[in-house]
């Protein structure tokens, strides 16, 4: 997304003088971050600075950390997986409006349910401000991070990183997605010089598994063994802990819940299949049945796996492993929300680190600003019940990193 001097000499790319070179990036960072603060002052005004119970307040889907770590330590861990338990916690502590008909279930492995134990240790709102800085500041540390710009930029490419889409909303739901995806860029990063660090990040996606899938694969083609076999003494040790603290229950509950929840809100949930970007949710929305739903979303899967082990066994480039994976990742996985689209944000500064080292082709930039964009479209479109083009802009991001395996280096 920041123009390249000099592209305009190769045959076939654009000329540097494009509408979304850094400056202008800037501009259009600092109008939605304009647009961010007027919701903010709205919603603030209507919920009498986040006070009133009237109204869902933000950190409603952080109320089920906190609620999970409250009900643990002062009962039982195996009631987080009993939603009639976890529902007046989130009901009296939560963001929450007082009497809403809500579904918030838990529906995490124990293991994640290790990491967020201490959150209620804190009152709901400081726990839930913390979570979010902590986890939004290292999401978007190793995103300037992976763009490896010259110091003289990486200042100005923390703003637009700030104002995306992705990330207001996420830090307005309090979700764990700049938890997930920071980890998952953190050990790209660290791969290549800290194996062992590398793997131990990759285990930590053991709380949240679905997102975990690709890592494997990957591994296996850059031949990565060390990381690869340090993942999973890492995961396995973090499972071994939460079975220890909270019972081998909480493993069979977990699969009871996703299996129920699968059910009832992927296989016929229409009212949220417009906010997933997935294959399958947008077969469903077509009227496909389920069977055929499922069979599309593998093949898809299929192809995104084989793209990421090409992409890792051919490329060395850090840019276009990390955004190969992340695609791969938010393909392969049948239960991807709009709040995950936080991993799109690595694809996004992957691909920008390439193409402000080798040179962009046409309507590269234009493909990534549709993909910052896209968790708005979804986030909004529960309501509108527009068009699923999530899978779309997964694919083409898919087609244009494989594209860029071709490009030969351009002098800077």
């Keep these: 997304m920041i123009a390249n001097e000099g592209t305009s000499r190769q045959a076939g790319r654009e000329s540097s003088a494009h509408w979304l070179d850094l400056a202008r990036l800037q501009v259009y960072s600092v109008a939605m971050l304009i647009i961010y603060v007027a919701i903010l002052v709205i919603w603030a005004w209507v919920t009498n600075g986040f006070t009133s119970d009237k109204l869902m307040r933000p950190g409603a889907d952080f109320s089920v950390f906190w609620s999970a770590s409250h009900l643990s330590l002062r009962d039982s861990p195996i009631k987080v997986y009993d939603f009639a338990s976890l529902r007046p916690i989130i009901a009296a502590f939560g963001s929450m409006p007082a009497g ?150 909480t493993v069979q509950a977990f699969f009871t819940n996703a299996t129920l929840i699968r059910e009832r809100l992927l296989d016929h949930g229409k009212d949220v299949w417009s906010a997933a970007p997935t294959v399958l949710a947008a077969t469903l929305l077509a009227g496909g049945s389920v069977g055929v739903a499922y069979l599309l979303h593998g093949v898809v899967a299929a192809l995104a796996i084989c793209a990421a082990f090409q992409v890792w066994r051919k490329n060395s480039s850090p840019g276009l492993r990390a955004a190969v994976l992340a695609v791969a990742t938010l393909l392969v996985s049948p239960y991807v929300w709009y709040y995950e689209l936080t991993w799109l944000g690595i694809a996004i500064a992957g691909l920008v680190s390439d193409g402000v080292r080798r040179g962009w082709l046409r309507g590269e930039r234009e493909l990534l600003v549709a993909a910052w964009l896209l968790p708005l479209y979804l986030g909004i479109n529960r309501g509108l019940d527009l068009p699923q083009i999530g899978p779309i802009i997964l694919v083409l991001m898919m087609l244009m990193i494989l594209r860029r395996m071709r490009v030969p280096a351009v002098a800077a």
């Design 100 to 249: 809403d008909e809500f579904f918030l279930p838990w529906l995490y492995p124990s293991t994640f349910l290790l990491f967020v134990l201490p959150l209620s240790l804190l009152p709901h709102a400081l726990s839930y401000l913390l979570f979010i800085s902590v986890t939004g500041f290292t999401y978007a540390a190793s995103l300037v991070t992976l763009l490896g710009l010259r110091a003289r930029r990486r200042s100005a490419i923390w703003l637009p990183i700030i104002a995306s889409p992705g990330v207001f909303l996420v830090a307005m739901i309090g979700q764990n997605s700049f938890l997930t995806a920071g980890i998952a860029a953190w050990s790209i990063l660290h791969m290549e010089k800290r194996p062992v660090l590398s793997g131990m990040l990759v285990g930590l996606l053991c709380i949240k598994p679905q997102l975990a899938m690709v890592f494997p694969v990957a591994l296996v083609a850059a031949r990565a063994w060390k990381t690869l076999w340090i993942a999973g003494l890492t995961a396995l040790l973090i499972l071994l802990a939460s079975v220890f603290l909270f019972g081998w229950e």
